[in-house]
């Protein structure tokens, strides 16, 4: 299926959050996901399901004051 | 000196550094560890997927450094909470430098967004430490509403023009009751040392340590300089003459004449 991932349409077999951050070779610390505008904690990712079309959106620590 | 207490939690110094604009980490990490600060912000970033870029926390993150998380780019309080909450959740902090600043040109904060913000922020658990107005009036109400620390600017973000709003500083840092720190504007270690001077808890300083020469020596300046200031706060200064008269300090009987 299509979901999208920081705004680009990614193929993905991933069922849960989890297996999609696997699937992306995301880094499991540092991050921060949200699907569909709220944020996911990572206790959750194994249950929170994917399904066609949503948006997921990763974050990571930038530069700034 | 006195130790600063933010939340509960005691900081030796009293210098917070922001790690935008350095022409790379390793300089930033080393600017860190010059600076003797022990709280350091960070911004939030989308992850790009196929670049496998250097990981900024590995060069922040040490021992007795505390993180603080900023909200910069969110417009509104609504933004503002899920973005702490992504950052609580990225970083392992509930501490927060929230900013609103809708206006890309002068990255000015929002004050009703900000206030509205911080109230629900302080609800959720968060430690907010409010970028702001130099507005006593908004000042008052963010410490009314939770906010661990006022945050008010010396200057627009990024100029170095020092505390263009210092009459403003003075009157927030003693109607205070919580720290007051100094963010945005500082330009130069004596623009910190004034605020210091002046009784501000601490200051927070980015870009004129990040853009200098030589960032490191100038962290090392801003060590120094705000730790001066401190000192001089503590001790206790002279009280300004209200005339241009000069009052010796020397004895002027004259010892050469009969």
Redesign the interface.
């Known amino acids: 299926m299509k979901i999208w991932?920081?705004?680009?349409e990614?193929e993905t077999a991933a069922v849960s959050l989890a297996s999609l951050v696997e699937e992306?070779s995301?880094?499991t610390q540092?991050?921060?996901?949200?699907v569909e505008?709220r944020?996911v904690?990572?206790t959750q990712w194994e249950a929170c399901a994917l399904s066609e079309g949503m948006r997921v959106?990763?974050?990571?620590?930038?530069?700034?004051? | 000196m006195e130790k600063l207490v933010i939340a509960g939690r005691e900081f030796s110094s009293r210098l917070f550094l922001g790690t935008g604009k350095f022409n790379s980490n390793e300089l930033m990490a080393k600017a860190i560890e010059a600076s003797g600060t022990e709280m350091v912000t960070v911004a939030m970033k989308r992850v790009e997927l196929e670049d496998k870029e250097d990981d900024l926390l590995a060069h922040v993150a040490r021992p007795g450094i505390q993180l603080l998380p900023n909200t910069s780019g969110v417009r509104n309080a609504e933004e503002a909470v899920f973005a702490a909450q992504m950052a609580r959740e990225a970083f392992g902090t509930n501490w927060l430098k929230l900013e609103i600043h809708p206006d890309p040109r002068y990255l000015l904060p929002d004050s009703t967004e900000t206030l509205k913000a911080t109230e629900e922020l302080v609800k959720l658990g968060f430690v907010v430490l409010p970028y702001c107005q130099a507005d006593p009036t908004l000042c008052k109400h963010l410490e009314e509403a939770g906010a661990a620390t006022v945050m008010p600017l010396g200057a627009p973000i990024g100029t170095n023009k020092g505390l263009q709003t210092r009459d403003f500083l003075r009157i927030i840092i003693e109607q205070a009751n919580v720290p007051v720190v100094v963010d945005a504007g500082i330009g130069a270690p004596s623009h910190a040392a004034e605020a210091m001077e002046m009784g501000a808890s601490a200051c927070l300083v980015n870009t004129a340590i990040a853009v200098a020469g030589d960032p490191v020596a100038m962290a090392a300046a801003f060590k120094q300089a705000v730790e001066a200031g401190r000192m001089a706060y503590e001790a206790g200064l002279g009280l300004q003459a209200a005339s241009m008269v000069a009052e010796a300090s020397s004895p002027l009987t004259a010892f050469l004449n009969e």
């Open positions: 991932v920081n705004s680009k990614v992306l995301l880094p540092g991050i921060a996901v949200a505008n944020m904690p990572r959106v990763v974050v990571k620590a930038a530069c700034g004051g």
